[in-house]
């Protein structure tokens, strides 16, 4: 039963991922191959989709080869036999060990639901709404590929041309000539590339002197705003008076005002804007005041739970945005080392000679090349416009690959010994058959113990190029960037806490589950943690 579920759950996926390029959808996980194709040119060509859609639009052959591959593993799934998938008794007892170890079985299951959760993307953190209800009609812009205007929701001037601010448009639903519904995600702030405005909190003017929200007299720099927001005029308080230096700004951002107060009193004033300085100070209502958190702005200010970093991006957005990266780079680079890795092992150890001797001195030349320099190289070499996931990806992989080799080889070695491989031989079965029918086989042990390591390899490869600078472009979410961005600020520790604390969270549970799988097929059940 649940063999049919999940090969269903695959061909729907598979079926939705067709309908949704088609159709122009924007599904969450679904349409990731087709938007990796539209970023690089290597994994699209020129031509049409299909024949009844003659568009001359560039074929993404990435995004349909990935929905052909789940779709495949889907019908092959479904045509199984459900016995083929049973666990053998000693498999059984190994899982039952793996439960027994509460630490890995817990990390294994708190990683699943992270895993689900990026899986949402766009349907959990995101700039655009998910439903929109204008006039009797609905949209969905976060799932979608087309841009909305502002036209479309009734938005005038610069608004009506540019893509629609859908957070200042959800503060205005059921107003007037507004939508009535504007639903965003939970967190609706992109990971990347969506600088926040600037959060403010309210200053109370209580018998002429300006409070805080405790009712305590404020001392510290109060601003008035422009109708839309901007910063009017920014004033220096002292036990809630107005005393120091005073500046105002006008609609283009000029700094046109400049004063000096003392006790509440003007000394000295200097206005250098057009008209007079009594008819520019009066665009703004001067007691209306607020105190204005300029990014990086702490946790729980203006609606930003663990604050922003120094680019005024939203900090858990960009946490979520981090893992999404660090979960793609693990599923992409895990299949490319063990595909190279096993099969060059194993190759290494059944045929020996010449061939395991050669490949042996050239996994060795391959790995006295420095890891550092060779990215710092291409980093100069490779024009901006290239530099991306695939290519950090790429660089990884090709270092990456190598410690599997040894192991490989050496179970190959020992495996190849065994009675029935002689059985196999002796029943015509060819090197690669022997290879990936009966020996891989019994090195999944060492496979699945493996895999969890490699993750933290490759989470904790791509956080310390992007704390150096030479990982992925600004385009992605980097905890690396994030931990750099904190320790350059350390008068804003929010920052470095939270990228320290995701980093080192998923790197336990990883490390967990590692050692609960090692743990569960050691009969012995020894591990350094207890």
Sequence with gaps: MTKNLLALLLILAAL??????????????????????????????????????????????????????????????????????????????????????????????????LVLLAAADQALVGKRALAVEYE?????????????????????????????????????????????????????????????????????MQHG??????????????????????????LRYRRGVADGYAQGWARDRREVYTARYESGTVQQEQYAGVGSAADFLSQSDPRQLFRVYYHPAPPLTGGHLLGTN?????????????????????????????????????????????????????????????????????SDLVPLEYRGFVLVLGLLSLFGWMRMTYLARTAAMREKTRDYVAAARVMGAGPFYILFRHILPNMMGIVVTLVPFSVATVVLSLTSLDYLGFGLPDTYAGWGRLLNDGLSKLSSPWMVSAAFFALVSLLLMVTF??????????????TYYE
């Design 16 to 113: 939705l991922g067709v309908l949704g390029e088609l159709n122009g959808w924007l599904l969450p996980t679904i349409s990731w191959p087709f938007t990796l194709s539209r970023e690089f040119s290597f994994l699209q060509y020129p031509g049409w989709y299909t024949p009844w859609i003659a568009t001359g639009e560039r074929c993404y052959w990435f995004g349909w080869f990935c929905m052909g591959l789940v779709a495949l593993c889907g019908l092959i799934l479904l045509l199984r036999r459900s016995d083929s998938l049973r666990l053998s008794p000693e498999q059984q007892q190994r899982l039952q060990r793996f439960r027994s170890i509460r630490r890995g079985y817990w990390s294994l299951i708190i990683l699943g639901v």
């Design 136 to 204: 009797g009609r609905w949209y969905f812009p976060a799932f979608t590929r087309a841009v909305l205007p502002g036209a479309t929701f009734g938005l005038y001037g610069e608004e009506a041309r540019a893509e629609t601010d859908y957070r200042a448009l959800a503060a205005e639903a059921g107003l007037p000539g507004r939508p009535s519904v504007v639903l965003m995600p939970l967190v609706p702030y992109d990971p990347v590339g969506d600088a926040a405005p600037f959060p403010k909190e309210a200053l109370q």
């Design 209 to 234: 002197v300006l409070t805080n929200r405790d009712g305590e007299p404020y001392d510290g720099l109060a601003c008035r705003l422009y109708p839309d927001g901007e910063v009017h005029l920014r």
């Design 310 to 378: 120094s680019q005024g991006a939203d900090i858990l957005a960009y946490l979520y945005g981090g893992l999404q990266v660090n979960i793609e780079a693990a599923l992409l680079y895990l299949p490319i080392i063990y595909a190279i890795g096993l099969t060059l092992g194993m190759l290494m150890g059944f045929l020996g000679g010449r061939f395991d001797l050669v490949t042996q001195r050239l996994i060795e030349i391959i790995s006295q090349l420095p890891f550092l320099f060779v990215v710092m190289i291409l």
């Design 513 to 526: 589950i590692g050692e609960a799988f090692r743990e569960s097929s050691d009969p012995h059940r020894r």
